[in-house]
């Protein structure tokens, strides 16, 4: 595909939990590119031991450290070596490709631990690499039109629109091209520090960016109307609870935050000490 576009496309196998692999990786890279300028971290999105969905206290954990290891120490180490790449230019882009624009993601605890883990690391990243010049942000497709979501609905690209009987949710779908638009918009960004630390989604960036779908369409998932009938009652009460919990937690931390950074010395304050 990306070969039939007109650009060049070169594929690795490289295991990403195992670190000599992915040091040799970006070894190659620097080897014969020279540089590289954006990292898009996707490591095991849809790993089938992810999917199990259900209460904390049914969860089958037999393999949670195979989730960890697969989903988020991989990003870990992937970054990684990134970083060290892309700081030799002090310049850079590390996206952290995961799911909803909240705080909160469904399945199971690792699965949960994971898409989490990989908003608050690409905060974490941010601040780190900020005084190297490298941007690092986390980004959420919406309603992506994957290969496993396309068999699930028992669809192909082709005809993905007949799900919408299923599922009127579906007709607002992207495929994965459109998140993929939305990070090339970025990394042709000259601003994009600006966005630097931030929970990112393809629709906000279509809109900022006025890219397309392959079709031409701009799914909006933020701007849809959710049609929640498809989902169980319990579900819907579950996703309340949870928004509600959210909020709360989110503006007490945000009071807390505020009274912390308030007590940090502004840099020509800690000069002044300094003399």
Avoid at 104 to 131: H, S
Avoid at 219 to 228: R, T
């Amino acid at each position: 595909m990306i070969s039939a576009a007109g650009g060049t496309a070169i594929a690795v196998r490289v295991d990403h939990t195992i670190e000599s692999e992915v040091e040799q990786l970006f070894a190659r890279i620097d080897d014969e590119q020279g540089r590289l300028d954006v990292l898009v971290n996707c490591i095991a999105g849809e790993d089938p031991l992810m999917k199990q969905w259900g209460d904390f206290w049914k969860a089958d954990l037999r393999h949670a450290d195979t989730i960890l290891r697969q989903s988020l120490v991989s990003h870990f180490m992937t970054a990684k070596h990134a970083a060290l790449a892309m700081m030799q230019r002090r310049r850079g882009l590390i996206v952290e490709v995961t799911e909803n624009d909240i705080i909160g993601a469904g399945a199971n605890p690792p699965a949960q631990t994971v898409k989490l883990g990989l908003k608050g690391f690409a905060l974490t990243m941010a601040t780190e690499l900020y005084r190297h010049g490298i941007a690092a942000v986390a980004i959420t497709p919406g309603f992506l039109r994957s290969e496993a979501m396309l068999e699930s609905h028992g669809v192909t690209e082709d005809n993905w629109r007949d799900a919408g009987k299923q599922d009127p949710n579906f007709l607002e779908s992207e495929s994965p091209l459109y998140v993929g638009r939305a990070v090339a918009a970025l990394a042709q960004d000259p601003d994009v520090m600006r966005h630097t630390g931030r929970l990112l989604s393809s629709w906000e960036l279509s809109r900022a960016y006025r890219f397309t779908d392959y079709d031409g369409r701009r799914p909006d998932w933020g701007k849809l109307a959710i049609d929640f009938s498809v989902l169980p009652p319990p579900w819907i009460d579950m996703f309340r609870t949870g928004t509600e919990l959210q909020l709360a937690w989110l503006k007490e931390l945000t009071t807390r935050t505020r009274a912390f950074l308030e007590k940090i010395p502004t840099p020509k304050a800690a000069k002044r000490r300094a003399r």
